[in-house]
Each structure stands twice: as structure tokens, then as C-alpha cells.
């Protein structure tokens, strides 16, 4: 396939006013991505509804590629600051043509970026966004309607009702729950919903951390990045869990009630084991990404519950149960996709299911994530200068990674190149966690010195 040159694993995203998200490109992507819905019925009128985080450069982004949808004819319903899953079900529930999110998710505030949505509130495949790539290059492009054939703006009234009742009502066994919980919202996209979903659990005793967004503190030293700094408020007031969410809410790390960190890969089998338990896991099947823990896989075959992998990023997952006909997906980062809900990571549909599992089982967070034992990982970031020069191309990489691999006692090693940053990840996993250590630190110090020592 042909590389794609602004597209990277969730949309495009980089540093805000700067190539490809500057204003004038952020027009040419609202132009691109129009026209190419516009492919599938021209004489209709497209109609698109966009949402952004609280970052200081996305009402900008948001105001340049709505310029671009109208100038090329759709018309846009502007939802203002809303989570990432929320443009998902505002999509599907409105019947819109598309959908963006303007948001680096879990990204410092500098960085931002341009997710897209099909009608189905699913994010677009990579031939897809190839197809969008050439539309943004093509210096023949279309010529710009004029008159009533521009399209128009309007800002949404309410547009969480639909997914704050239909999340509500799913969970509506969860209304006479007494369970005490923390939250941290990464004082991003999630705080007012939040707030609003959780209301509706009046027994439920809420407390709400990093919900004052300034538009340069969103996931600074919070969220699900940062969910030590949540551990001491739930022991503080004795809660049963705490859930950290990112800067748009797509993504979910968890606290169990005695401080301790359960990871997306915990939750996941949290999760495949309760759905299973009850008769709703399709296929007795999860699917979860490359990056997820060999030990989550065991423990889960124990159970009669098999794994799919894909490439990392969700909408890998979102292609996987479509291709397969699942019905749970997740990363180990903490995208949770429960498809009977939300076609999309929602990291407040991952809490609520956590809280329906403990209110039904009576058992603890802790418990339930102890009978997941998974090996060692260690990861590691190098950061790369210049181009992403393919793996197999590295002199020596492929050998090296191979040789640290056959010491890793069965466990696992995987370098890839981040598809968000200029880094190459370095990821290796294996019951003994000197030896997994020691491959990561060999691979990663091998590709420093081959990047120039740095």
C-alpha cells in the first residue's frame, strides 16, 4: 500500500499551527474529506457534525475545517466541546454523512489533531484515508460551489441528550448502587458529561478530579496517563475504584480500592470474562491489539476465550470485530470498545461496565484483576530524527530483535514505529523481568547509535 504522508494510526496529529494542522491546511482536510463523501451521492447535500476537546488550538482547528466542509458545499453542526464517543453516537443518531473530532487524545496541549467518523460513527480504514490523502494533494481540485450551494453552520442544543440517556438506560441495573468511586477527568472533553451520566446514579457516591480545563492543562499530570496521581484519592475516601479517562474520553485506566493501577489488558479480561460468563461474548472471542500481554492471552484460553490481534490503534479493532462478528475489542493503553453500545472507544461505557461486573459479582476491583497474572513488560521510547526508515531496513535490527527474543523464555519482543510521534517503541514481555529488561535496553541502545547516538 502506499505510504500515507498526513495520516498516522488515529487521524492526522501533530504540533498545533504547524504542517498539516495549520488553518489553511485544516481547510483543505474539511474540503477533502467532504468531497469524498460526496463521491457516494453527489446530489446530496452532506451534512457533518464536528466536536473538539478543550485544548487552546481546537476551537481554531474546528472553526478551519468547518470553513473547508461549507466552502465545498456540507453543511456543519457544530457540537462544541464533547467527547470523542459522543461525535461517534452523534453521527449514527442523527444521521450524519461524517463526523470529526479535533483532539490529540492523550497528547500534551501543544499537539493536536483530526479524527473522522463514517455515518456508522466508525473511524476510516487506510485506503480510505489514502483516498482523502489524494483529494487533499490534488492541485485539480474541484471548483468551489457558489450561492445557495455553500453550505451553512449551526451549533448543536443539547447534543449529549441522546448518548447521556442511551448510556443511562443501559446501565440502568446500576441505579440503586451504593458503590463509592473516584474520577478523573484529564480536565478534557469528559468532565461535563461525565458529570452527567454519573448524576443519574443517585446512590452512587461520585468524586470528580481535573474537570476545570484552562485550554494548556488537559492531561497535564492527570488522566489516563497519569493514574498515580488518582491512587491516593480513592484511599482517601475509601472508594471501591477510580477511573482516569484522556483528554477526549476514549480511553480508560482504572484504579482498584487499594490504589493500584489495572491496566486496559486487565479490563479487557475483566470484561471478555463477564460477557462470557453470561452467554454475550461473541464467538468467545476478544480482540485486542499487538502491544496486549501474552499472560492476558493464557489466562483467557484458560478460560475457553479466545484472542484476535491486530495492528495498534482502535480502528484496527473497530475493522476486526466488523470482519469477525465480535462484540468486545480493547488496547492495553485502554481503548474499550463495547459494540452493542459504542462502535468506538468510550471510556466512560468501559467505567460503567467495571461498576455493573462489581455490583453483580459483590467481589473487589482487586481480586477480579489478580486472577489476571501477566508477565513482566517493559517498553521504551527512542526518538527518531528524520525519516521512519523501515525496520527491515535497519542493518542488523531484525537479527538483533530475534536473538534478545529467543531469550525471553517464551515471552515476546515488538518494534514498531509510533504512528502519532516521532519515536520508535521498544516493547518486549516475558516471565522474567531481568531478562526482559535487558532485551529492551539492547535493541533500544542499538537503535540510538544507529540514529546518530541519541
Known amino acids: 500500500m502506499v505510504k500515507k504522508q498526513i495520516f498516522g494510526t488515529d487521524g492526522i496529529r501533530t504540533t498545533a499551527n504547524v504542517y498539516p494542522l495549520t488553518p489553511e491546511s485544516a481547510v483543505k482536510v474539511g474540503k477533502a474529506v467532504t468531497r469524498w463523501f460526496q463521491k457516494k451521492d453527489p446530489a446530496k447535500r452532506i451534512v457533518a457534525a464536528i466536536g473538539t476537546d478543550t485544548r487552546i488550538s481546537s476551537e481554531m482547528l474546528s472553526a478551519a475545517v468547518s470553513a473547508g466542509i461549507m466552502s465545498a458545499g456540507g453543511n456543519v453542526t457544530d457540537l462544541k466541546v464533547v467527547s470523542t464517543p459522543l461525535v461517534s453516537d452523534f453521527v449514527r443518531t442523527n444521521k450524519c454523512d461524517f463526523g470529526i473530532v479535533i483532539s490529540a487524545s492523550h497528547n500534551p496541549f501543544e499537539d493536536n489533531g483530526i ?21 487533499f494533494f ?11 450551494k455553500i453550505g451553512t453552520a449551526k451549533i448543536a442544543e443539547n447534543p449529549e441528550f441522546d448518548y447521556v440517556s442511551r448510556i443511562v438506560r443501559a446501565f440502568e441495573a446500576l441505579k440503586d448502587s451504593e458503590i463509592k468511586i473516584c474520577i478523573d477527568c484529564a480536565n478534557g472533553a469528559t468532565a461535563k458529561i461525565a458529570k452527567k451520566i454519573f448524576s443519574a446514579f443517585p446512590k452512587m457516591e461520585k468524586f470528580f478530579f481535573f474537570t476545570e480545563a484552562n485550554g494548556v492543562n488537559i492531561n497535564d499530570n492527570c488522566g489516563a496517563l497519569h493514574p498515580e496521581n488518582l491512587a491516593p484519592k480513592i484511599l482517601e475516601h475509601k472508594c471501591f475504584a477510580g477511573f482516569a479517562y484522556d483528554g477526549d474520553g476514549d480511553r480508560l485506566i482504572t484504579i482498584d480500592e487499594l490504589g493500584r493501577v489495572v491496566d486496559g489488558d486487565k479490563i479487557i479480561g475483566i470484561i471478555a470474562k463477564y460477557l462470557n460468563k453470561n452467554g454475550r461474548l461473541a464467538k468467545n472471542t476478544a480482540a485486542v491489539t499487538v502491544m496486549s500481554n501474552a499472560g492476558l492471552e493464557k489466562h483467557l484460553k484458560n478460560c475457553g476465550i479466545n484472542l484476535e490481534r491486530t495492528d495498534v490503534g482502535d480502528r484496527y479493532l473497530v475493522e476486526r470485530i466488523n470482519e469477525k462478528g465480535l462484540c468486545l475489542a480493547g488496547e492495553n493503553s485502554g481503548h474499550l470498545i463495547i459494540k452493542e453500545i459504542n462502535p468506538t472507544g468510550d471510556g466512560i461505557v468501559a467505567s460503567l461496565m467495571i461498576l455493573k461486573i462489581l455490583a453483580e459479582s459483590g467481589r473487589k476491583l482487586s481480586v477480579l484483576a489478580d486472577e489476571i497474572e501477566l508477565f513482566p513488560q517493559i517498553q521504551a521510547k527512542v526518538k527518531i530524527k528524520g525519516e521512519k526508515i523501515p525496520i527491515e531496513e535497519i542493518p542488523g535490527l531484525c537479527e538483533l530483535i530475534k536473538s534478545q527474543e529467543a531469550l525471553l523464555d517464551g515471552g515476546r519482543m515488538l518494534v514498531r514505529y509510533s504512528g502519532t510521534e516521532p519515536v520508535m517503541r521498544v516493547m518486549a514481555e516475558g516471565p522474567d523481568s531481568v531478562k526482559v529488561q535487558n532485551a529492551v535496553d539492547k535493541v533500544a541502545d542499538f537503535v540510538k547509535e544507529f540514529n546518530g547516538g541519541k
Open 138 to 148: 490534488d492541485e485539480n481540485t474541484a471548483e468551489n460551489p457558489v450561492g445557495d
Open 115 to 135: 479524527k473522522i467518523f463514517n455515518s456508522k460513527g466508525e473511524k476510516l480504514n487506510d485506503s480510505q484515508e489514502l483516498e482523502i490523502e489524494a483529494l
